[in-house]
């Protein structure tokens, strides 16, 4: 129950970080502060960041994944379609690859 525990409090954690972080770099943009491109920067080290959690996450590794397409399709309206679309593709993705996985295990 610990463990359950303290990996609420780094998803819930996690979530406030993320709409921090893109409502600073929407502002920054926004202002003039740093330029458009710049933005993909930040969603290059937001998808390599989530998929290296996912690589050192052995069983709450699914349900990370779950949260990062929920939390993709809550924050829709702020992301670029590009953003949004990426955020879609990258985590079904590794869905996908951790079904096949699974699913091969067995048969070796």
């Given at each position: 129950?610990?463990?359950?525990?303290?990996?609420?409090?780094?998803?819930?954690?996690?979530?406030?970080?993320?709409?921090?972080?893109?409502?600073?770099?929407t502002?920054?943009?926004?202002?003039?502060?740093?330029?458009?491109?710049?933005?993909?920067?930040?969603?290059?080290?937001?998808?390599?960041?989530?998929?290296?959690?996912?690589?050192?996450m052995r069983?709450?590794?699914?349900?990370?994944?779950?949260?990062?397409?929920?939390?993709?399709?809550?924050?829709?309206?702020?992301?670029?379609?590009?953003?949004f679309?990426?955020?879609?593709?990258?985590?079904?993705?590794?869905?996908?690859?951790?079904?096949?996985?699974?699913?091969?295990?067995?048969?070796?």
């Amino acid at each position: 129950m610990k463990k359950a525990k303290k990996g609420l409090v780094a998803s819930v954690t996690g979530i406030f970080i993320g709409l921090g972080l893109t409502a600073g770099v929407t502002w920054l943009v926004q202002n003039g502060a740093i330029p458009d491109y710049w933005t993909w920067i930040f969603v290059a080290v937001g998808v390599i960041g989530n998929l290296a959690t996912l690589k050192y996450m052995r069983h709450g590794a699914v349900f990370y994944t779950f949260g990062w397409l929920f939390g993709a399709i809550l924050l829709r309206d702020l992301l670029e379609p590009l953003e949004f679309a990426l955020s879609i593709v990258a985590p079904a993705g590794v869905l996908a690859l951790r079904m096949w996985l699974w699913v091969r295990k067995p048969f070796r």
